[in-house]
């Protein structure tokens, strides 16, 4: 009995399973196998077989691993195949993998016209200086939508390869680069200035930790950057002999001429950066918020009727998503037509229809408008001009359904998940939250659609910030007029 008895209960005992691991919605794209023993080719093809169990990878972490030249000429050779191009990857995280020169030019045929790849750490391998790789790496990241490159850690790669990928180096796209302990000398300090006085550079983060570039070498970077860079907004020089006594080699005959180019301490190079930046910082704001002001302006005044039955030489188009009908102008084909003449409309309108300023001459239409934005430059603004007058980069007529929103905050009191009849928020192009007493509040105000931690960046903010990107409005230009009045 007490056999039948144990029995029932048992029957009647609730069976506890053991809970699935939680994974976010991201994660699931992310390939981490940081310090997995990856190995060679066999690594490679383990992580190509992990690849092709997802439908979607978007990080690919791989540091502390073993893959060397073999296992990273198997795993881009897969990637640049049409295969491995389906994978929309934006970050690559190769360090500490024993890659050398065969690894980094087959990391380079990838990068070539590759618009997804954002981030890429290739820190602490076995790269060495030569002029051709060099070479080869930067003509690929002129042709890809890069913007965050690291070499820190590679000491061998020295001089040469900076001295010959700077001067190669034209790519809009790029903000950051990292070349902390990379065997780089005061040598690489003229070819460093050439690049960053120019109309190439488009950095926002430079890193040069750990190099020996000496007081001489520093002093001529700083001095640059304060006279004709207004891109940088962060830069480390930590660890790069500034706070040294200067010897006899740091100054040169003309110095010694000039008592007003003796080298100043190093708190005063350090106040000196600083300040540059700081400026850099404020005027890029400025710049900003002037394109955006006076793309406003200029959309309703210079927006013309497109000729019926014309030509438009403004064809290359590409949908914002693959899931999305919709398209987009391609501002490349846009900017080329600058300088070439405009059809205007043959359709004659009644007098009194037009608004007067549409009648002054195009030259002082756009005269007048620069007064909207006077510390643009007359480059900025052009594009602006253009981009603002021409129908064909007006967004389409239906919402694009891919993302057609923000993401609300769900720790936000006014997040409802029911439907606009129950005081929720529905299916629309935008997301709106009701008030307690009436009334709504867009669900990415300030740019923080995911809380005050801003998690999820405001897709209106993105979009914005491609545009600037776009018309090359995201630091001050200074005019070649300043730049003589300067000298």
Not at 29 to 55: F, N, P, T, W, Y
């Given at each position: 009995?007490?056999?039948?008895?144990?029995?029932?209960?048992?029957?009647?005992?609730?069976?506890?399973?053991?809970?699935?691991?939680?994974?976010?919605?991201?994660?699931?794209?992310?390939?981490?196998?940081?310090d997995a023993g990856l190995k060679s080719v066999?690594?490679?093809?383990?992580?190509?077989?992990?690849?092709?169990?997802?439908?979607?990878?978007?990080?690919?972490?791989?540091?502390?691993?073993?893959?060397?030249?073999?296992?990273?000429?198997?795993?881009?050779?897969?990637?640049?195949?049409?295969?491995?191009?389906?994978?929309?990857?934006?970050?690559?995280?190769?360090?500490?993998?024993?890659?050398?020169?065969?690894?980094?030019?087959?990391?380079?045929?990838?990068?070539?016209?590759?618009?997804?790849?954002?981030?890429?750490?290739?820190?602490?391998?076995?790269?060495?200086?030569?002029?051709?790789?060099?070479?080869?790496?930067?003509?690929?990241?002129?042709?890809s939508r890069l913007e965050t490159l690291s070499?820190?850690?590679?000491?061998?790669?020295?001089?040469?390869?900076?001295?010959?990928?700077?001067?190669?180096?034209?790519?809009?796209?790029?903000?950051?680069?990292?070349?902390?302990?990379?065997?780089?000398?005061?040598?690489?300090?003229?070819?460093?200035?050439?690049?960053?006085?120019?109309?190439?550079?488009?950095?926002?983060?430079?890193?040069?930790?750990?190099?020996?570039?000496?007081?001489?070498?520093?002093?001529?970077?700083?001095?640059?950057?304060?006279?004709?860079?207004?891109?940088?907004?962060?830069?480390?020089?930590?660890?790069?002999?500034?706070?040294?006594?200067?010897?006899?080699?740091?100054?040169?005959?003309?110095?010694?001429?000039?008592?007003?180019?003796?080298?100043?301490?190093?708190?005063?190079?350090?106040?000196?950066?600083?300040?540059?930046?700081?400026?850099?910082?404020?005027?890029?704001?400025?710049?900003?918020?002037?394109?955006?002001?006076?793309?406003?302006?200029?959309?309703?005044?210079?927006?013309?009727?497109?000729?019926?039955?014309?030509?438009?030489?403004?064809?290359?188009?590409?949908?914002?998503?693959?899931?999305?009908?919709?398209?987009?102008?391609?501002?490349?084909?846009?900017?080329?037509?600058?300088?070439?003449?405009?059809?205007?409309?043959?359709?004659?309108?009644?007098?009194?229809?037009?608004?007067?300023?549409?009648?002054?001459?195009?030259?002082?239409?756009?005269?007048?408008?620069?007064?909207?934005?006077?510390?643009?430059?007359?480059?900025?603004?052009?594009?602006?001009?253009?981009?603002?007058?021409?129908?064909?980069?007006?967004?389409?007529?239906?919402?694009?359904?891919?993302?057609?929103?923000?993401?609300?905050?769900?720790?936000?009191?006014?997040?409802?998940?029911?439907?606009?009849?129950?005081?929720?928020?529905?299916?629309?192009?935008?997301?709106?939250?009701?008030?307690?007493?009436?009334?709504?509040?867009?669900?990415?105000?300030?740019g923080k659609c995911m809380g005050a931690g801003?998690?999820?960046?405001?897709?209106?903010?993105?979009?914005?910030?491609?545009?600037?990107?776009?018309?090359?409005?995201?630091?001050?230009?200074?005019?070649?007029?300043?730049?003589?009045?300067?000298?």
């Amino acid at each position: 009995m007490d056999a039948f008895m144990l029995n029932g209960f048992n029957q009647h005992v609730p069976i506890r399973r053991t809970a699935a691991p939680k994974v976010s919605l991201a994660a699931r794209s992310h390939i981490e196998s940081m310090d997995a023993g990856l190995k060679s080719v066999a690594g490679a093809q383990d992580v190509i077989k992990d690849m092709l169990s997802r439908r979607s990878v978007t990080k690919l972490i791989l540091g502390h691993n073993f893959l060397g030249d073999e296992g990273c000429e198997e795993l881009f050779g897969f990637l640049s195949s049409e295969a491995g191009r389906k994978y929309k990857i934006a970050e690559i995280s190769l360090n500490s993998n024993g890659i050398g020169n065969r690894g980094l030019l087959a990391i380079s045929r990838y990068l070539r016209d590759n618009t997804t790849v954002k981030e890429l750490f290739l820190q602490n391998n076995d790269f060495v200086g030569d002029p051709s790789v060099a070479v080869v790496l930067a003509l690929a990241i002129n042709t890809s939508r890069l913007e965050t490159l690291s070499l820190a850690s590679n000491p061998a790669l020295t001089d040469i390869f900076v001295a010959h990928f700077l001067p190669v180096l034209d790519a809009p796209y790029f903000r950051e680069v990292h070349l902390s302990v990379c065997g780089l000398t005061e040598g690489i300090a003229q070819p460093l200035i050439e690049y960053l006085t120019s109309p190439r550079c488009q950095l926002h983060v430079l890193k040069l930790n750990g190099n020996q570039l000496r007081a001489r070498g520093v002093w001529s970077i700083v001095r640059s950057i304060r006279h004709a860079n207004y891109t940088l907004l962060r830069m480390e020089l930590y660890a790069t002999g500034l706070s040294r006594l200067p010897v006899d080699s740091d100054v040169s005959s003309s110095d010694e001429e000039d008592p007003n180019s003796h080298p100043p301490r190093w708190q005063d190079v350090e106040s000196d950066l600083r300040r540059s930046l700081a400026r850099n910082l404020t005027l890029k704001s400025l710049v900003e918020k002037e394109a955006l002001a006076l793309l406003r302006y200029s959309r309703v005044l210079l927006l013309r009727p497109k000729v019926r039955d014309a030509p438009s030489p403004l064809s290359t188009v590409s949908p914002c998503s693959e899931s999305c009908s919709c398209v987009q102008m391609s501002t490349n084909t846009l900017f080329s037509s600058i300088g070439q003449p405009y059809p205007l409309s043959a359709v004659s309108s009644p007098p009194g229809s037009y608004f007067p300023f549409t009648r002054l001459p195009t030259e002082l239409q756009l005269h007048i408008l620069s007064f909207l934005a006077p510390i643009l430059s007359n480059a900025q603004r052009l594009r602006i001009f253009t981009y603002a007058s021409s129908p064909s980069t007006l967004p389409t007529l239906l919402p694009c359904l891919s993302n057609g929103g923000c993401i609300p905050d769900p720790a936000s009191p006014q997040f409802t998940m029911g439907g606009p009849a129950a005081g929720g928020f529905g299916l629309s192009t935008g997301i709106t939250l009701r008030k307690r007493g009436g009334g709504s509040v867009s669900a990415c105000a300030n740019g923080k659609c995911m809380g005050a931690g801003n998690s999820v960046l405001c897709r209106r903010e993105a979009e914005r910030s491609q545009w600037l990107a776009s018309v090359r409005c995201t630091a001050f230009e200074l005019e070649d007029e300043e730049t003589e009045r300067q000298d």
